[in-house]
């Protein structure tokens, strides 16, 4: 006997969570409360609200995921709305995070966003262990960067060195540039992390230095001259700034000047912005295609309801289509995802002197760190509040500020100096106290 | 699907399918051809011809000399000038040939290196890099052959303007071209003095320039004998058919009775016995089994709760029917897919339904801006592991 049920609203995503199978995940229980759960409990963290971030939301709002947070810290652009399709031509200048959070939810009844209009590193490592899964929708390797250190800073080893499940903190990172795209799964701990990749990324292009200053041949050494060169020279101080029109028209005219000295030909104030900012132009359907996987990701390691993506999938629309499965295999030194980096200390060791101690550790080079153990702050170098608040921990020393154990994991946050370059980062270290009983050789056995 | 397809292939309209269902679905372009000229491939290899330069080129290489004295200037000759100069001195002492076997293709580099007086010299090391460019073969690619030697090459007053202009293309290689497509006259970036680089670029535009007059003529004369207006194709899209002659694609799809009738059997043979693909063309053979399952019971297996058993039982009955209509007997999918499928009970997911759009929105897109390549073949898109798989039903 049929009654006049409105047919659920979930009706297509229930046969997928409702119905059990052989095809699926480990640990799945299908059910109403599987689906229950999903709507009340799960909460999904989207890091970018652009052109994967505005699919990511609608994604997964429309998957049956009710408790959705975006951060982003950019606001709208003209240049976004070709693509960033929960953006008007009225929302330029507004936050990213907030008016996708308010489009998405106009949209999709039940669901809550909520927007953080800020840095990813504004946030501390607490906030982001809230999430039961994190989904990238960025744009640059340094933030991938970070976020992929703050979610394998969850990770915990156990004695016999291996990863302990409950710290798995999953991420679904997408990333694309023009007709090509990848989507992959991120469990630290058991598939390699970002950092155990890095090798994947091509190195950005450089030109030498001989040919921009004495025998350019093309536009673009033209271009790069005068915002890399000739800049300083000027302007020596000011840094400059490709946000700035006035800053990138400067450059157009001494790109142009250059140009017609050497007979080059080709100097656009549209291939000047090109350059100098690196872009590569974003097109929507290469965004809603990865962003379509890793929705379809995220659902299924949420729920359990299919196998996931074992873990990396690239993507090819240039000529005809291709699609390809790798997996790659986790980097057992990794500093990043691993047991963490070994440092063995005396019980007098202050923490001043530990945080000296970073900046010269040849797997660390870390300035300017902030520590925090077990979710406390231990110093902080920033704000002032929390600065002047934590200072007087600085003369204590590290071992009686973690409760005097023989060993355990802290977090590092600072400036990585890495190949002379700078970037901010988090590490996990593994402290091991010298001489204190219960330390055995068995538990060194790890290394760093 | 059969239907619309023949009544858009009757209209000459470009259809292109795109089915979601459960964790798969397909993506199939259904047109009966589609060319392309700005084909934009990722890796193609530069029009320097290295293996066969023509005389302005040959001419500006010998006015300058390799034995410079001034260290800056020797290390500021473009590998270009280096390249066609030894590879004549070569061809003088060698009977006229070019360096073919494995040895004078070492040879031709040691001569390259025995060259360099410093070792800064990126100019030779380039030389050294791009030496394989002097020995590939001369002429054009197999793929521009079999476009030139196609039947809608010999055009009649119907013909598009496209085969109109291979024609021309055809008669071009056959004369003025000397077995080669017209010069696309770009060079890439090389450490060179700016002066060098400059004039090289200018010799390499001028050939280009003169090659599309060429074209351009013949395309007139051919328009002119097939009984059409001799200017109605403007030389703007003459002149990107130049510059992309060496890059034209042909796309040809058959219509989707003919793949249901005949697929190709190996293709699927293939698949279904592959660790990696078997569940992709797997599920391309249950997606047509369901359709065939929804005509026979007025609904789709597992669409409604209960019965289950039922509905694998008769999707599994249909699966065989269809593979064995095939010629695929004894082939067998597994029955944990048979039960997937049933699992999905047609069932639309949002994910899935946005990425075989975007796919399918990709594609309309190239085939609309006629820019390039659009994909071949049937998309089955499997949602599970993601291992997808490019079909090539015919």
Redesign the interface.
């Given at each position: 006997m049929a009654d006049a049920a409105p047919p659920s609203k979930s009706r297509d995503l229930d046969k997928l969570l409702l119905r059990p199978g052989n095809l699926v995940g480990p640990s799945f229980e299908p059910g109403v409360q599987l689906r229950d759960d999903l709507q009340e409990y799960a909460k999904v963290l989207v890091v970018g609200a652009g052109g994967l971030g505005c699919e990511l939301l609608k994604d997964l709002a429309l998957s049956g995921f009710k408790n959705l947070e975006v951060i982003d810290m950019d606001r709208i652009e003209v240049t976004n709305l070709n693509r960033q399709f929960l953006f008007r031509l009225e929302d330029v200048g507004k936050p990213k995070a907030e008016v996708a959070a308010k489009r998405v939810m106009e949209r999709v009844s039940g669901v809550n966003i909520v927007p953080h209009f800020c840095r990813i590193e504004d946030k501390d490592i607490e906030f982001y262990s809230d999430f039961n899964i994190i989904a990238l929708g960025l744009d640059s390797i340094e933030a991938r960067s970070y976020i992929n250190a703050v979610a394998c800073s969850f990770l915990e080893y156990d004695s016999d060195d291996n990863p302990r499940e409950e710290t798995m903190k999953p991420m679904v990172d997408g990333g694309t540039e023009g007709f090509k795209g990848h989507a992959r799964v991120i469990v630290p701990g058991v598939t390699p992390c970002f950092e155990c990749t890095i090798w994947l990324f091509p190195p950005q292009v450089k030109f030498p230095l001989c040919t921009l200053a004495e025998t350019p041949r093309n536009a673009a050494h033209c271009i790069e001259y005068a915002h890399l060169i000739k800049w300083d020279e000027v302007h020596s101080g000011k840094a400059f700034d490709p946000d700035n029109p006035d800053h990138m028209k400067w450059v157009y005219d001494e790109a142009v000047k250059r140009a017609e000295l050497f007979g080059i030909q080709g100097v656009t104030y549209s291939l000047t912005q090109g350059v100098v900012k690196n872009i590569i132009p974003a097109i929507a359907s290469t965004n809603a295609i990865i962003s379509a996987a890793c929705a379809l990701e995220t659902l299924k390691i949420a729920s359990g309801c299919s196998k996931t993506l074992s873990n990396y999938l690239t993507y090819n629309g240039v000529e005809g289509l291709h699609t390809k499965v790798t997996e790659f295999v986790k980097d057992k030194d990794c500093l990043v995802c691993g047991p963490g980096v070994l440092v063995e200390l005396d019980t007098t060791v202050t923490l001043q002197k530990f945080i000296d101690m970073l900046e010269e550790h040849p797997k660390l080079l870390m300035s300017k760190a902030s520590i925090t153990y077990r979710g406390k702050n231990l110093y902080m170098q920033a704000p002032p509040v929390l600065e002047e608040m934590t200072r007087s921990n600085l003369s204590l020393p590290l071992y009686d500020l973690m409760d005097k154990v023989p060993k355990d994991i802290l977090h590092v946050t600072g400036t990585i100096n890495k190949d002379n370059k700078k970037s901010s980062g988090l590490r996990k270290l593994r402290v091991i106290f010298k001489g204190i009983d219960g330390v055995t050789d068995m538990d060194m056995a790890g290394g760093a | 699907m059969v239907k619309l397809d023949r009544i858009c292939r009757e209209a000459n309209v470009m259809l292109i399918f795109a089915r979601s269902y459960?964790?798969t679905g397909l993506v199939r372009i259904s047109v009966k051809e589609h060319a392309v000229i700005e084909?934009?491939?990722?890796h193609f290899l530069d029009d320097l011809r290295l293996n066969n330069p023509w005389p302005e080129l040959r001419g500006f290489a010998e006015a300058i000399d390799l034995n410079v004295q001034d260290p800056v200037a020797h290390k500021?000759i473009p590998y270009v000038v280096i390249l066609v100069k030894m590879a004549d001195e070569w061809i003088k002492s060698h009977g006229g040939s070019l360096p073919s076997t494995r040895e004078e293709k070492r040879e031709f580099k040691e001569l390259l290196k025995a060259r360099m007086v410093a070792m800064d010299e990126d100019n030779y090391k380039e030389a050294i890099d791009a030496s394989f460019k002097v020995f590939a073969p001369r002429g054009i690619s197999s793929d521009l052959q079999q476009i030139i030697i196609d039947s809608c090459a010999e055009v009649a007053s119907n013909s598009s303007d496209f085969w109109v202009m291979v024609a021309a293309l055809k008669e071009f290689i056959a004369n003025e071209g000397g077995g080669e497509a017209p010069l696309e006259g770009s060079i890439p970036?090389?450490?060179?003095?700016?002066e060098h680089?400059?004039n090289l670029q200018k010799i390499y535009q001028a050939k280009s320039e003169a090659d599309f007059l060429v074209i351009e003529k013949r395309v007139r004369n051919i328009l002119k004998k097939i009984g059409r207006d001799p200017n109605s194709i403007p030389k703007a899209t003459i002149k990107s058919f130049c510059k992309n002659a060496r890059k034209l694609k042909v796309c040809r799809y058959r219509l989707i009775e003919d793949e249901y009738n005949n697929p190709s059997l190996p293709e699927l043979q293939k698949y279904l016995t592959d660790e990696?693909y078997s569940i992709a063309v797997g599920f391309y053979i249950l997606l047509r089994a369901v359709d065939r399952y929804a005509a026979n019971f007025n609904s789709f297996p597992?669409q409604f709760d209960g019965g289950?058993d039922e509905d694998i039982s008769r999707l599994k009955t249909t699966a065989v029917g269809l593979l064995n209509d095939f010629g695929c007997n004894g082939l067998t999918l597994t029955?944990?897919?048979i039960?997937?499928m049933c699992?999905?009970?047609a069932?639309?997911?949002?994910?899935?339904a946005?990425?075989i759009?975007?796919?399918a929105?990709?594609?309309v897109?190239k085939l609309i801006t006629k820019q390039?390549?659009?994909?071949?073949?049937t998309?089955v898109f499997n949602?599970?592991?993601?291992?997808?798989q490019?079909l090539s039903l015919y």
């Open positions: - | 459960g964790l084909s934009k491939p990722d500021h970036d090389m450490t060179s003095s700016t680089y400059v990696d597992g289950m029955e944990d897919l039960n997937e699992r999905f009970g069932a639309e997911l949002h994910a899935v946005a990425f759009g975007g796919i929105s990709q594609e897109i390039f390549v659009p994909m071949s073949g998309y949602g599970i592991d993601h291992k997808s490019l």
